[in-house]
């Protein structure tokens, strides 16, 4: 049945050559019980494991029923183990971890076995061998005896027809060893067992043939018993199969979790690799957002990335329906009507005093501020402001008892807006020289509103038939102002407007006010009720002759807004973050309006620059992308170590290089995938704002769903990395190689 003729077997180290065995020739039948004995180093060892499959020879023939093994590479020797040689070792060979009968269970599970056909079959093994009671027990907890027990009983599982025993009591107290003996003659009818020992006197009388090795020689090789058996094995029982996905999943689940500290490690170390990972590509993110802000254009203040401008193609106002639907749109931050306050920067000075005192930024509506105050309150009247300034502020900072007590005046004109500040926060760091804001309640927004329909605005004044466009009027007697001395549908006008009618009286006829601009044309008709000149402005109109507005058209409150406080005609959407801006783009587009995208309107003229940074910071991500592989391989190749016995052991039950290794990908794809998920429900409850870490908040500030699967894609490949790279180094050497090395 196993025949060597002429084998023999060399090791090669450091350029020295030591023989194994030499020229040995011998041949086994089935159903003999065997005994190698021989001083320590006489090459019984060398002599088993090449027997075994798990050594390579050098010179000779090895026949296995009849077929020459010398021209069988790993893969050959793989099925070789699987289909004829079960091992019992002096260390037990086991796997600590696992219970007995997950050790049992093993190699029925390598060899191909379905999970639930082998319970029974294992259960009667381990009640041959007598540890029924500690079927459940990890093997690190049994004693010698019992442990080389487990290794019988695995053996007997794989059903093979050589059983190889090398020193099987040579660990055991002598009580222990009588009882190995005798399970090993019992199970041994029908198979080839093959058994070195020293203590030869305990299996004299049940060995059949005796074999004496000395200085890598067989001296002496005695039959006890004639044997009649056949030759060949009649039949081998072993199964063909491999083992399948699902039992492979199995154990790699099993693998994740049998040994706590090793798991917690593993997580460990992913952990860090993914949140390293996430941060640094939400820092490349964040780098990438920040130069596409760098752009300008001559148009506009606010060029916020995510801000849309739209209008209405036919040109009509934009209305309280349009804004409803446009809240609907996902993604949608904010709305800005009438937008235009956010492309003014406006200037607030105060002249009632020596002292000098200004500020200045972009109108925005109070509801919008995010920030606590840090000094004063909120607005309560349309006439306060809540100023977001630069920290260093001359102003807010130094004077600031003194900046709080002033009026400002819009561009120092005092008949224009006037505003005091109640309060202020404070610019965590300094952003750009236009960053300051000006909160404002939305009265004061519509006021400002108002005075840039004014300024933007044409206005032709038709007095008896005759149009007269407010800029060839000499004086200011085409301005317009409110006064609450008129009453609705009347105009008060000076003197100087007499010139236009006959008579150079203007009292009683109609004046017609035009207004158009870039969003809307208006008129009114308005009757004039009364003239003034120096003398009578006080009594009429309660102002005196010094007032910035003499000489205007004087008209009522309500009028005035009619014409100028309109609806919007132009409004901004803000995005909620720049990845969503094509699909709101899609659906504005659906809904039938014009859009401008501010980020299209850009130009960057260093873009050169920020392409140089962005290249740079892909190499360093790909660095730290390396840099990681390479320390966590080095981590898990220590965490895993002890792992090696396993590897060696699976090898040895007739596992396959392939689904040892799979096995493993299997165990580190498990880890990775958990340690990402449980940062990504981190993330989620910062986000939901459950928990505040800041630094998971700002370094998953600009990371989309993509870039989460790409990232765990990263991770996932990288654990498959670390994973061969492991194997391969295993798999160089033999499987009794990386066995021996280990213990
Ligand atoms: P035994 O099992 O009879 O004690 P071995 O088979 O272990 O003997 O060893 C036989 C010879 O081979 C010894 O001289 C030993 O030094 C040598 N040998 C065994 N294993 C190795 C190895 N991995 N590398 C080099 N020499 C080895
Ligand atoms: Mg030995």
């Not at 001296?219 to 063909?240: F, L």
């Not at 158009?516 to 003398?535: G, H, P, R, T, W």
């Amino acid at each position: 049945m196993l025949k060597l003729k002429n084998v023999s077997k060399f090791y090669y180290n450091k350029g020295v050559i030591a023989s194994g065995f030499s020229k040995v020739n011998i041949s086994f039948d089935t159903s003999e019980f065997v005994v190698i004995t021989g001083e320590s180093g006489s090459g019984k060892s060398t002599l088993l494991n090449v027997i075994s499959g798990l050594d390579s020879y050098e010179e000779g023939e090895m026949y296995i029923n009849g077929e020459e093994t010398s021209h069988y590479r790993e893969s050959d020797f793989e099925e070789y183990r699987k289909k004829y040689v079960s091992n019992i070792f002096q260390n037990f060979n086991l796997v600590n971890s696992y219970t007995v009968y997950q050790n049992v269970e093993l190699v029925l599970l390598l060899n191909g076995y379905k999970k639930k056909e082998v319970k029974k079959k294992i259960l009667e093994l381990i009640d041959k061998v007598g540890l029924s009671k500690y079927k459940n027990t990890k093997v690190s907890k049994l004693s010698g005896g019992q442990k080389q027990r487990v290794a019988i009983a695995r053996a007997l599982a794989k059903d093979t027809p050589i059983i190889v025993c090398d020193e099987p009591t040579g660990n055991l107290d002598s009580k222990s060893s009588k009882d190995i003996i005798k399970i090993l003659k019992e199970v041994s009818k029908n198979k080839l067992l093959i058994m070195v020992t020293h203590d030869y006197a305990s299996v004299e009388d049940i060995a059949t043939r005796v074999i004496k090795m000395h200085d890598g020689k067989i001296v002496s090789d005695k039959k006890m018993v004639e044997d009649n058996n056949q030759n060949m094995i009649s039949e081998i029982t072993t199964s063909d199969k491999k083992i399948g996905f699902l039992n492979m999943i199995r154990l790699g689940i099993r693998n994740t979790f049998n040994i706590i500290p090793k798991f917690i490690l593993t997580f460990i170390v992913f952990l860090f690799i993914t949140v390293s990972l996430l941060t640094e590509y939400g820092s490349l993110r964040k780098s990438e957002y920040e130069s596409g802000k760098l752009g300008y254009n001559w148009y506009f203040m606010d060029t916020s990335d995510t801000r849309i401008i739209i209008n209405k193609k036919d040109g009509s106002f934009i209305s309280e329906d349009d804004f409803e639907r446009i809240n609907k749109i996902n993604n949608v931050d904010k709305i800005v009507e009438n937008d235009i306050i956010l492309d003014n920067y406006l200037w607030f000075e105060s002249t009632d005093n020596e002292e000098y005192y200004y500020f200045d930024g972009i109108l925005r509506d109070i509801e919008e501020l995010s920030y606590e105050l840090d000094y004063g309150r909120m607005p309560e009247s349309d006439n306060e402001v809540v100023l977001y300034v630069y920290p260093y502020d001359y102003n807010f900072n130094d004077r600031l008892e003194n900046a709080i007590k002033e009026t400002y005046y819009l561009n120092s004109d005092k008949n224009s807006l006037r505003v005091k500040v109640v309060g202020i926060v404070y610019q965590d760091t300094f952003v750009n020289y236009d960053s300051n804001m000006i909160y404002g309640t939305s009265g004061l927004l519509d006021k400002y509103m108002s005075l840039v329909n004014i300024e933007y605005s044409e206005r032709i004044v038709n007095i008896n038939s005759k149009n007269y466009p407010s800029f060839v009027s000499p004086g200011y007697e085409f301005h317009i102002a409110v006064s609450d001395k008129v009453s609705k549908g009347k105009a008060i006008v000076s003197e100087g407007i007499n010139y236009t009618c006959k008579d150079f009286n203007c009292k009683n006829k109609n004046i017609e006010i035009n207004i158009s601009n870039l969003y809307y044309e208006d008129s009114l008709n308005l009757k004039i009720s009364n003239i003034y000149n120096e003398k009578t402005v006080k009594s009429l109109l309660g102002i005196d002759k010094n007032n910035s507005n003499y000489g205007s058209i004087f008209i009522n409150k309500e009028d005035y807004n009619n014409l100028f406080n309109k609806e919007s005609y132009q409004a901004s959407i803000f995005v909620t973050k720049v990845d969503y801006v094509d699909d709101v783009v899609l659906e504005l587009e659906d809904l039938g309006y014009r859009l401008l995208e501010m980020r299209k309107t850009l130009s960057n003229e260093g873009k050169e620059v920020t392409k140089v940074i962005k290249i740079v910071k892909l190499v360093v991500t790909v660095l730290l992308v390396i840099t990681l592989f390479f320390i966590s391989y080095f981590v898990i190749k220590l965490i895993l170590k002890s792992r090696n016995v396993y590897f060696s052991t699976l090898r040895i039950l007739g596992s396959t290089e392939k689904n040892t290794k799979r096995i493993l990908d299997i165990e580190l794809f498990i880890n990775s995938t958990l340690a990402y998920f449980t940062y990504i429900i981190f993330i989620l409850l910062v986000k939901k704002d459950f928990i505040s870490i800041n630094f998971i908040k700002s370094a998953c500030e600009y990371l989309s769903i993509y870039d989460y699967v790409l990232m765990y894609i990263v991770l996932v490949l990288m654990s498959y990395l670390i994973s061969s790279r492991f194997s391969s180094k295993i798999f160089k050497k033999s499987a009794m190689n990386s066995y021996r090395e280990e213990v």
